[in-house]
Antibody, heavy 117, light 108 residues
Framework: EVQLLESGGGLVQPGGSVRLSCAASGITVRSSYMSWIRQAPGKGLEWVALIYSTGNTFYADSVNGRFTISRDTSNNMLILQMNSLRAEDTAVYYC???????????WGRGALVTVSS | EIVLTQSPGTLSLSPGEGATLSCRASQSVSSSYLAWYQQKPGQAPRLLIYGASSRATGVPDKFSGSGSGTDFTLTINRLEPEDFAVYYCQYYGRPPQSFGQGTKLEIK
């Protein structure tokens, strides 16, 4: 059974940084395509970032240059390093497995990041 | 970037009725790269349809997807109480990927 569990969310001040982790079981992160997708309170889904099994990475324009997606292969985890945070980054962040970099068939339960002073 | 527009924003129907949800893309997309998700309050999205018309594992055949080019449809037959939720379409071709703004299916 595939399970994804996000951690690391919380309250952070504007301009601050947060590191989200996604612990995976039932899949090997190193050989999977993995995504981060977020949802602001009461709003729709927004694609954030994607990492291919090759290590190639892609970002939404809204986070490019501020967020970094990576893998911790020794712990089978997906990482999202979020810097220079803004109020509009406030959202629940979901980790998901993306089949061949496409649709997401397994999702975590999400981690809430709140950017506020 | 491909923009997806879903309609209607809210759909009010009664159990037992059928629902038709629309997703229109700002430019033609390969039907191989269109997915539909269901999301209930407090839960993560659930994959329903990929490749515009292929049902994900475990999804009942009351859910069906169709369409090509710029116009795609999710059809739900014989609505049951558990089907009332928010539905999103997604383009997942070459990044950046994108989601529609969602259609809320509510009980009339």
């Amino acid at each position: 059974e595939v399970q994804l569990l996000e951690s690391g969310g919380g309250l952070v001040q504007p301009g601050g940084s947060v590191r989200l982790s996604c612990a995976a079981s039932g899949i090997t992160v190193r050989s999977s395509y993995m995504s981060w997708i977020r949802q602001a309170p009461g709003k729709g889904l927004e694609w954030v970032a994607l990492i291919y099994s090759t290590g190639n990475t892609f970002y939404a324009d809204s986070v490019n240059g501020r967020f970094t997606i990576s893998r911790d292969t020794s712990n089978n985890m997906l990482i999202l390093q979020m810097n220079s945070l803004r109020a509009e980054d406030t959202a629940v962040y979901y980790c998901a497995r993306s089949v061949y970099g496409g649709f997401s068939d397994y999702w975590g339960r999400g981690a809430l990041v709140t950017v506020s002073s | 970037e491909i923009v997806l527009t879903q309609s209607p924003g809210t759909l009010s129907l009664s159990p037992g009725e059928g629902a038709t949800l629309s997703c229109r893309a700002s430019q033609s997309v390969s039907s191989s790269y269109l997915a539909w998700y269901q999301q209930k309050p407090g839960q993560a999205p659930r994959l329903l349809i990929y490749g515009a018309s292929s049902r994900a594992t475990g999804v009942p055949d009351k859910f069906s997807g169709s369409g090509s080019g710029t116009d795609f449809t999710l059809t739900i037959n014989r609505l049951e109480p558990e089907d009332f939720a928010v539905y999103y379409c997604q383009y997942y071709g070459r990044p950046p990927q994108s989601f529609g703004q969602g259609t809320k299916l509510e009980i009339k």
